[in-house]
């Protein structure tokens, strides 16, 4: 349930409840002229009839109800009594007074001004009840502590391990689990020990919540689902019925899992700083753990979670006993990716030069479900072409788009800018090109992409690199820099805002270079990253003290760097000048040059170059010129 929809409730809710006190208020109104009304006998209704005092009167099957001319002793002038004379009527005419009959219920108009407050009362109640069991129905008022949770359950899970690909650690750790439970009595008389919460870790899209699907459909056992998040605003004891709702209906169904998306939500580390919510976090979270606690693993009930920031969980849950195993869901190499593909590729018409070796070359970095979503975006560049299968070609405008964002053709630079842009861009591939232990150039190009890129630069990394040498770091600075080391040189100087993005990375990587690598020789062989918060605390005025004379050396390193960069890629581009312009004519009448266009500029073959990619960068490098 997300805020918005709260709030669009808490509006409607409002509003009934403000119609419930206006009919209160209309009812009020109502009764008190009902009890300015005198019941007489019928009697004194004859008497008043024959003293010719009654204006006028309303007949009724049962009651005779009228107005006086002048009130009664008792300071009313309307009365109602029950009709008892059938010649009345005769009577009244002859005395020359207004008689109306009374349709029959008229008893019924006030037993429904009672009626009807109390129906809208209850409709309040009801759709107050709604919001808080979760759109669960009836009650949630009534019956805090007893709400239904809103838990997904699947009985019949036709995902197996053979749907999760590159993941093969994982899969190999959770086999146990699965043998568990498709035996969770004889596997206990073994003595094997078995987890009972089981931590999958990685960034989103991986495929934790597809490897936890799996584990079920494998051990085919139902599948009890919730989501961390949706805790998230809910009213103080909801969510902690929910867990123990949850665990109960988990094991009447056992063997079975329990999955918990999301736990970070629930589970963040309970500090001094919480805000609001925070109760109610507080309350699920020890209830889950409570759970945790309670329950014997030999029931057949296994608990996994998923998270991608395991750093700020709640500690108590990382207790043993509770989720005391974790496993690692990381971004798959490149013969993972190769293997996500191949799971995900039946799905389309593929050509026959698709080969999916190339498509994992240049993808580094994609999570499963970033490999999914391409080779669904493979298939749209496919069917805007009128394609009759996907082909390779389609894969790599694919990959294109997501890494640097939709062509935008529509934005026309003009002709000094476009000629500042290409000067830029072939500045970054041509130091690329000159400088080993970089990623080989695959593309240049000046057409605008996505927002705030005027022109960009691929490099293409062929393999998975794990380890960077300080060379290879300083090369990349100057690659980085290639660009605006480009534009002054040609334009006397006069640089643009168009490096900015560079700037930025190239600081970045020579940041890390002397903070977390120690590679400079000033600042010395030790780290300056940021540290866990226990470890902040502890030090921090060891911190403080070394900050202002330490913090100086490592700007000056930084610098130092990122200038050094600047000098040489300046220097290639000075040696090259030739090449450049030459490579800048290309791109300002084609727009885009390719690696292979681009070789027999230089007189070699660049795709010999040594290639490497950093571990974490995705796929392939971008360096854009930016807008601003
Ligand atoms: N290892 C994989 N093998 C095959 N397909 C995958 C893999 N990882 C992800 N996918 C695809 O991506 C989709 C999304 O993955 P999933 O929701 O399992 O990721 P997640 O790690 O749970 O992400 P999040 O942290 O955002 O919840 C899957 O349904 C599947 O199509
Ligand atoms: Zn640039």
Same mark, same amino acid.
């Given at each position: 349930m ?5 709030? #669009?409730?808490?509006t ?17 109104? +109502? ?7 005198? &019941? ?6 004859e ?11 309303? +007949? ?9 001319k ?29 008689? &109306? ?20 009362f ?10 808080? !069991? ?5 009650g *949630?008022?009534?019956?805090?502590? $007893?709400?239904?949770?809103k ?11 053979a ?37 999958l ?12 699907r799996?584990?079920?459909g494998?051990a ?15 009213f103080?004891? /909801? ?10 209906? !988990? ?8 999955? @918990? ?15 609001g919510?925070?109760d ?12 945790l ?20 969980? %709640? ?6 006993? #509770? ?9 798959? %190499? $490149?013969? *993972? ?16 030069? /698709? ?25 749209i560049a496919?069917? #805007? ?10 894969? /790599? ?6 890494? !640097? ?8 630079? *003009? ?5 500042? +842009? ?30 705030g ?22 090369? #990349?600075?100057?690659?980085?820099? *290639? ?24 600081t ?7 903070? $977390? ?5 000033t ?20 911190i ?6 330490t913090?100086?050396e ?7 760097? @990122? ?17 450049? %312009? ?9 727009? &885009? /040059? ?29 360096? !854009?010129?930016?807008?601003?």
């Amino acid at each position: 349930m997300d805020s918005e929809q709260i709030s #669009r409730k808490q509006t409607i809710a409002m509003a009934i409840i403000f119609l419930g006190g206006m009919l209160l208020v209309a009812f009020q109104f +109502v009764s008190t002229a009902y009890n300015s009304i005198e &019941t007489i006998p019928y009697s004194q209704f004859e008497q008043l009839l024959a003293q010719d005092k009654l204006a006028e009167v309303s +007949v009724g099957t049962d009651t005779i109800q009228g107005k006086l001319k002048d009130p009664l002793p008792s300071g009313k002038s309307a009365f109602v009594t029950a009709r008892v004379d059938l010649a009345l009527a005769e009577k009244l005419a002859a005395k020359g007074v207004s008689v &109306t009959g009374i349709p029959s219920g008229g008893g019924l108009q006030s037993l429904l001004s009672w009626i009807f407050p109390v129906i809208v009362f209850f409709l309040i109640w009801f759709w107050l009840g709604r919001g808080v !069991a979760g759109g669960q129905g009836f009650g *949630g008022l009534m019956a805090i502590g $007893k709400s239904r949770a809103k838990v997904y359950v699947e009985k019949d899970i036709k995902v197996t391990f053979a749907d999760v690909a590159g993941v093969d650690e994982a899969k190999f750790e959770l086999q146990e689990v699965v043998s568990f439970l498709k035996d969770p009595k004889s596997y206990g008389r073994l003595g094997a020990h078995v987890p009972k919460g089981i931590l999958l870790v990685g960034p989103p899209g991986t495929g934790k919540t597809l490897l936890a699907r799996a584990v079920a459909g494998e051990a085919a056992v139902p599948f009890f689902s919730i989501s961390g998040s949706e805790f998230v605003e809910m009213f103080v004891g /909801v969510g902690a019925a929910r867990v123990r709702d949850l665990f109960e209906q !988990a094991r009447k169904a056992a063997p079975c899992i329990i999955f @918990v998306d999301e736990l970070d939500a629930l589970g963040r580390s309970r500090g001094p700083l919480s805000v609001g919510g925070y109760d109610e976090k507080e309350q699920t979270l020890n209830q889950l753990l409570s759970e945790l606690d309670g329950f014997d693993p030999s029931a057949g009930v296994i608990l996994l979670a998923a998270t991608n920031r395991p750093e700020i969980l %709640d500690p108590a849950l990382l207790r043993a006993g #509770r989720f005391d195993r974790q496993v690692l869901v990381d971004r798959p %190499d $490149k013969n *993972g990716r190769v293997a996500i593909l191949k799971v995900h590729v039946s799905k389309i018409h593929t050509g026959e030069d /698709v080969d999916l070796e190339k498509v994992a070359a240049l993808t580094t970095g994609f999570t499963g479900a970033d490999l999914a979503n391409l080779i669904n975006e493979a298939a749209i560049a496919a069917t #805007r072409r009128n394609g009759e299968e996907v082909s390779f070609a389609d894969f /790599v405008t694919a990959i294109e788009r997501i890494v !640097a964002g939709i062509e935008k053709k529509s934005r026309v630079l *003009g002709k000094n800018e476009r000629r500042r +842009v290409a000067y830029h861009e072939m500045g970054h591939a041509l130091v690329a090109a000159s400088l080993p232990g970089v990623d080989p150039v695959q593309k240049v190009s000046i057409i605008p992409r996505g927002i705030g890129a005027l022109g960009y630069t691929i490099q293409r990394p062929t393999e998975d690199r794990f380890l960077l040498t300080i060379e290879e770091l300083k090369n #990349r600075i100057a690659v980085l820099m *290639g660009g605006r080391a480009s534009e002054r040189l040609i334009f006397d100087g006069a640089i643009s805002t168009g490096a900015a993005d560079d700037l930025q990375r190239a600081t970045e990587v020579a940041i890390e270079m002397v903070t $977390k690598y120690g590679m400079d020789e000033t600042v010395g062989q030790r780290t300056y990253a940021p540290k866990p918060q226990a470890f902040m605390a502890a030090t921090q005025d060891t911190i403080v003290a070394a900050a202002e004379a330490t913090g100086r050396e490592i700007d000056v390193a930084v610098r130092n760097l @990122v200038e050094e960069g600047d000098r040489r890629a300046r220097d290639i581009l000075q040696r090259k000048r030739a090449d450049l %312009d030459a490579g800048v004519e290309m791109l300002i009448a084609n727009e &885009t /040059v390719t690696a292979e266009q681009f070789a027999p500029l230089l007189g070699k073959n660049i795709e010999t170059a040594d290639r490497t990619s950093p571990r974490s960068a995705r796929a392939m490098s971008v360096s !854009a010129t930016s807008t601003s």
